[in-house]
């Protein structure tokens, strides 16, 4: 049982370059997220879906976009990077609000 | 906004010797609490959880205590052992609008486990 998978582990880009992250869960988990993570700030929410379907926004959404468009995925988006967006994102699942999360690995993502 | 606090950013622990961690939050109306274990390199992983209608959860070496009167939460680590060093994070959740049933993360411990 993978859990929650994120691709890619690693990532550089470039001021103004776009990219997508991607999610993938095995669980048949409803609701999905979107994190960062900072030094000293632990993790904030970006971005979150409650179903198939569905985006809401979460603590810090500037700058980013996601799609659910299968139940099983989760996309993260940035359209044109910036500096202030080199942190690691985490993704995470669960089967319904008020439980446990289960987070995947991580993409390190750093804009230069 | 809410808010979950730790009291320390760091702490570090003889092995063999029991941990505390501790953790402040600000929302009353929380009532999922919940504790993760994050190695240098992984993503977060479930220690323990507890509910408001309970005041102490127990699991395997670990233990959570919740105290709704001062809005404090504690995780008990009992013969810590080097691999238990890692960051450790409280996080909260409720049906209200700061949270909207999500985790709201504290910003975490590290704990240092010394030979």
């Known amino acids: 049982n993978a859990g929650v998978t994120q691709t890619p582990k690693f990532r550089v880009l470039k001021t103004g370059q776009s990219m997508t992250l991607l999610c993938a869960q095995d669980m048949n988990h409803e609701y999905m997220y979107w994190y960062r993570q900072d030094p000293g700030m632990g993790l904030r929410l970006i971005h979150y879906?409650?179903?198939?379907?569905?985006?809401a926004k979460g603590e810090v959404p500037d700058g980013y976009n996601v799609s659910r468009l299968k139940k099983q995925n989760f996309l993260l988006g940035l359209e044109s990077a910036a500096p202030s967006q080199t942190s690691v994102y985490f993704c995470?699942?669960?089967?319904?609000?008020?439980?446990?999360?289960?987070f995947g690995q991580g993409t390190r993502l750093t804009v230069v | 906004g809410e808010s979950v606090g730790l009291h320390l950013p760091t702490l570090s622990v003889q092995e063999g010797d029991n941990s505390i961690i501790n953790c402040a939050y600000s929302?009353?109306?929380?009532?999922?609490f919940i504790w993760y274990k994050q190695e240098s390199g992984k993503g977060p992983q479930f220690i323990i959880d507890?509910?408001?209608?309970?005041d102490k959860r127990q699991g395997q070496r670990v233990t959570v205590l919740l105290n709704k009167t001062v809005k404090h939460l504690s995780l008990q680590i009992a013969a810590t052992q080097p691999g238990d060093s890692a960051v450790y994070f409280c996080?909260?959740?409720?049906?209200?609008?700061?949270?909207?049933?999500?985790?709201?993360f504290g910003k975490g411990t590290k704990l240092s486990v010394k030979p």
């Open positions: 996080a909260e959740s409720g049906n209200y609008g700061g949270s909207q049933g999500n985790l709201i």
């Open positions: 507890i509910r408001s209608n309970m």
């Open positions: 879906s409650v179903g198939e379907g569905t985006t």
């Open positions: 995470a699942s669960s089967p319904r609000q008020n439980t446990e999360a289960f």
């Open positions: 929302n009353s109306a929380s009532d999922y």
